[in-house]
């Protein structure tokens, strides 16, 4: 519990400095890029954690099924952030893609040292 309240610190940090290098016109975008991956990371991790410490043995399943959870999840997310909401695409693409990338890396990395115990 206590790295998804770091893994949160760190996003919203890096997207307010993110916003006042890009500038306050692209913060809707720049922060909603970071929403999804940040939400979809957190309950992730957490879910992760607790079923590995409970039984191991069904965390492989608990991640096939949370795979296809978050395709739909994302792929709503975004149809509804760029046609829906009408951000703009290219800011909103490269936070989400970077956000997505750098909070993906982390949980990936944080599952290693959870495995390796």
């Known amino acids: 519990m206590k790295a998804a309240g770091w893994i949160a610190a760190a996003a919203v940090g890096s997207g307010l400095v993110a916003v006042a290098i890009a500038g306050r016109s692209l913060a809707v975008e720049i922060l909603s890029g970071m929403l999804a991956p940040l939400l979809a990371v957190i309950v992730s991790w957490i879910t992760t954690e607790r079923m590995y410490r409970r039984d191991p043995a069904r965390l492989t399943t608990l991640m096939t099924g949370a795979f296809a959870v978050k395709m739909l999840f ?11 909401v ?22 990936a990395l944080l599952m290693r040292r959870l495995f390796a115990k």
């Open 74 to 84: 994302f792929g709503a997310y975004l149809a509804v952030m760029i046609k829906g």
């Open 86 to 107: 009408g951000l703009a695409v290219t800011p909103f693409a490269v936070s989400f893609t970077g956000y997505f990338v750098a909070l993906y890396l982390t949980e």
